[in-house]
């Protein structure tokens, strides 16, 4: 009687510390969840404001229209690329952020093309695309910084003993995070 006392007092202790572990890990999922969502805030940000840029730049200098193009239609594809938060998977960040990069490249090659065209330039709405281009783009890195390290946080509780039994019976599976795009930790080359 006494062993199915202590057995029962024992259960119901585990129970108890496995209930606050599994709190926890719902509480990390739904900030990771909420985290993504504010990367994806960020990309549609930046996918709104393409149209006016190209339109801008279109006006003046209808002879780059493959650049304009190619922006537009890295933006197509970008936006055609969404990945669902209850599947944050390091193949699924992977293949946003492989769609993220082609556009963040086109948009690049686009501001370098109009340095060939001082009267653009000098356009006021250009100007303040291109400042505001750049807030988006800073904006989107404090996005996915935030939501690496939320990420971590997530990881660290799924995978720590004894967390990760829990983890494990309740289908909470480790997140992806953004990686470094390839060639990134050279500086890159400016030409005048």
């Not at 900030?31 to 801008?56: F, S």
């Not at 904006?139 to 995978?159: C, F, G, K, L, P």
Request: with cysteine; hydrophobic share 40%.
């Amino acid at each position: 009687m006494k062993r199915l006392v202590i057995a029962i007092v024992g259960l119901f202790t585990a129970l108890s510390f496995s209930s606050c572990g599994y709190n926890t890990m719902v509480s990390k999922d739904e900030n990771v969840k909420g985290k993504w969502a504010q990367v994806e805030n960020a990309y549609q940000r930046r996918a709104d404001l393409i149209p006016n840029l190209v339109a801008t730049v279109k006006g003046a200098a209808e002879h780059e229209e493959g650049t304009l193009t190619a922006v537009v239609e890295a933006r197509a594809k970008a936006t055609s690329v969404t990945v669902d938060p209850s599947n944050l998977s390091e193949e699924a960040i992977a293949n946003y952020q492989q769609t993220q990069d082609a556009l963040s490249q086109s948009i690049g090659r686009l501001l370098v093309s109009v340095e060939a065209y001082p009267d653009l330039k000098a356009n006021s709405n250009f100007q303040e695309l291109q400042v505001q281009l750049e807030g988006t783009e800073n904006r989107i890195s404090v996005e996915r910084r935030s939501y690496n390290e939320a990420v971590q946080d997530y990881n660290t509780t799924v995978r720590s003993f004894p967390n990760n039994m829990m983890a494990g019976i309740f289908g909470f599976k480790p997140k992806g995070t953004f990686q470094a795009a390839e060639g990134s930790d050279k500086a890159p080359t400016v030409e005048f």
